[in-house]
């Protein structure tokens, strides 16, 4: 394992609120290591249009947006390491970071590790993920599923994203939510309801997903949660659209989380830690809001955050 000389400040993860603080830290002269994760560019990446992030008057690709986004940080000079962090001590004055291959140090750390999709736990799920027929991606798989009848489970924005961007494709979507209510926003429900491809399933739980043996999907074994009607619908595709996990295992030991997992920031402040010069910023410690572009305000005050510090230290 190799280890660097100190950094004045690393970023763990390169969605809205890590890019975002990259681009403060470097216009501030900090010289930012940004420490990029499984899935660089985060969750909007996986986004198709993005209608809701200020400057877009016809809004703009998830993508197109993230690929700005690192570009703007390269440009005032960023740099890059392509890596998953798998622990860190906060226990000494210059903090360690390791991938496992490799160990960085830093006075200051901004956490934006963002969060992944929430999966319903059953082992067909896991058997058919990817290329079977279950997946968390509209965006990503929903062509290939051209003129298919598929399900999407959940109630809430996400869902109906999901539901009405598969419309595109497929010949029917059944939305399966486990209450009688969305919990999406109005102009998101108001767009499922008028969509004349999309049917919704209320009270309705998924028990299995069919066809584990054959590698591919064929259905999905639903239950009625006020009745317990069992009934099975057919369908080539499941979409899994049921919220997220916050992504911060490795920081279980050194800093405080709440029971959801997320990163719980001192009281007062929204992006310190307990830690001093360690900050947590976007999906990791924001189970409220939760949109790209309260992360990338977030990325910012953690950015300012850290170089108030770091001018502290060196006073
Ligand atoms: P969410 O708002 O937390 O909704 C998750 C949905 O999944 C809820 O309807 C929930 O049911 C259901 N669910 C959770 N666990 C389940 C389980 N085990 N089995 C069955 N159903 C389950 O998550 P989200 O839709 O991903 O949205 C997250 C945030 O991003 C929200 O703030 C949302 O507004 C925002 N967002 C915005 C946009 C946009 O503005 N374009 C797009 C996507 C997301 P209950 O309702 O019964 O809890």
Redesign the pocket.
Known sequence: MSSASTENVIIIGTGCAGLTAAIYTARANLKPLVIEGNQPGGQLTT?SE???YPGFENGIDGFALMDQMRKQAKRFGTRFFQGYVKKVDFSQSSYVISTGEQEFRARSVIISTGAA??L??LESEKLLFGGGGVTTCATCDGAFYRDMDVVV?????????EALFLTRFCSKVTLI???D?????QI?QDRVFASEKIEVLWDT??DDILGAEEKAVRGVRLRNRKTDQVSELPCKGVFM????IPNTQPFAGSLDLDDDGYLLPVPGSQVKTKIPGVYAAGDCVDH????AVTAAGMGCQAAIEAERWLAEQES
């Open positions: 986004t993005v209608e809701n999709p929430r319903l736990g489970v959940g109630g809430g924005d996400s869902a109906c994203e939510h486990r209450r209510q969305l919990r999406a926003s998101m739980v998924v659209a049921i919220g997220h409220v809001y939760r949109q």
